[in-house]
């Protein structure tokens, strides 16, 4: 595990707009434990989360074709809906957003 590659994505999480409010404290619990005893019960419990929160690639797609997905990204949407069906074409199989993007790279480096 490359600590000082995974200390930046958790970074990049937290400032993630996408993140949920839980995990980004979880993220930065771990972040403020690094070091401390408790620092491998702190990254399972980030891991556990990022896992639970990281969003397929069809999820994706499906919420940005939704009514909310229109509201949350406005002009935006039909934009970032298209880049999700190319990612997706190209092979990608979680959602285009910043947190989902830093879930999947987090819980690569943890291995």
């Known amino acids: 595990m490359d600590k000082g590659k995974l200390i930046q994505k958790v970074k990049e999480l937290i400032a993630a707009p996408s993140c949920d409010a839980e995990l980004r404290e979880i993220a930065g619990e771990w972040l403020d434990n690094i070091g401390n005893p408790n620092e491998k019960e702190k990254l399972d419990a980030l891991l556990g989360n990022a896992e639970a929160c990281k969003t397929g690639i069809d999820g994706c797609i499906t919420f940005l074709k939704s009514d909310m997905g229109k509201q949350i990204y406005g002009d935006k949407r039909d934009a970032v809906l ?10 990608e199989d979680t959602c285009v957003c910043a947190a989902c993007q830093a879930c999947k790279e987090i819980l ?4």
């Not at 690569?108 to 291995?111: D, E, N």
Request: proline content about 0%.
């Open 108 to 111: 690569k480096l943890a291995k």
């Open 82 to 91: 298209k880049d999700a069906e190319e990612r997706k074409a190209a092979g």
